[in-house]
């Protein structure tokens, strides 16, 4: 096995964690994975993991190592493609991450992606916490909402327009809000990063200002999933950006109410490591990622204008 092919198999024992799983994702005996990691070692003159019987670790020279190790390789990768037009000739995998309502959409028109690409191998993380994109080796990821300061480079997408949600048979029980004094006599539910986080309440914009009416809730939730299943549950009401809601509206899953009390729009964001170059299948697939969640931007716009 050449240097090359050893830091590959460093990288994803890196990024798994695990010498057997790295093996089994490389279709490699675990031993071959385990020499190629102790032969680098043995030429860098340093250790490079932790091994213990339940994980494998990082050392620190290990941590700057993965980190340069990704950056050649993604270059190594731009070499290899530099001459190569067609698309069938992008290769490898792609690690993104995006929350479960953004992922619905990107999964149903993935097929054409793939098939235009059919060397492409694409893992797909879809969490609601926010991962680390560097330490998780992730190629790029779509977050909705207000971003931390970071080393990332971000590329705005848009926004996307919230709408408040109720199901039939809540509103059948408490009867529609028609003013926020109606709110009082209505539960929300509540969405939170993390739970323990006090929840803010029923939010709207004012002009400029972005205001909140406090409300008793039944449930707190910091999934997405369970936001949704909870208003279709009937417990309460939500607010959730208006390209997912869609379907559940249209099909009369869920009413909309008050439509003149909106919450600030969410803005999209793709965010990737900041490195010198980034790979060839990288930049294919965040123009396609672009072009996909275009559609559901561009509403929340017009909605808004």
Known sequence: MNRIEAMHVFVRVAELASFTRAADSLGLPKASASTAVQHLEAQLGTQLLHRTTRRVQLTHDGQRFYERCKDVLADLDEL???????????????????????????????????????????????????????????????????????????????????????????????????????????????????????PPGFEYMEGTECRYVPMLGVLTVNSIEAYESGCLAGLGIIQAPRV??????????????????????????????????????????????????APGISASFMDNA
């Open 80 to 198: 290899n493609a530099m001459f190569q037009q067609a698309p069938q000739a992008l290769s490898g995998r792609l690690r993104v991450d995006m929350n479960s309502s953004v992922a619905k959409r990107v999964i149903a028109q993935l097929p054409q992606f793939l098939r235009e690409h059919p060397q492409i191998q694409v893992e797909m993380s879809c969490t609601d916490r926010r991962v680390d994109v560097v330490a998780e080796g992730f190629d790029c990821v779509v977050r909705v909402g207000t971003l931390a300061d970071s080393n990332l480079i971000v590329r705005p997408l848009g926004q996307y327009r919230i709408v408040n949600c109720a199901s039939p048979a809540y509103l059948q029980e408490y009867g529609a809000p028609q003013t926020l004094a109606d709110l009082a006599h209505h539960t929300l539910i509540h969405y939170v990063g993390t739970l323990g986080q006090r």
């Open 244 to 293: 997912g809601m869609q379907p559940l509206l249209t099909a009369g899953r869920l009413v909309e109410v008050l439509p003149q009390y909106q919450a600030e729009p969410m803005p999209v964001s793709l965010l990737y490591a900041q490195r010198r170059n980034v790979s060839a299948r990288v930049q294919v697939f965040m123009a396609w990622l672009t072009n996909v969640l």
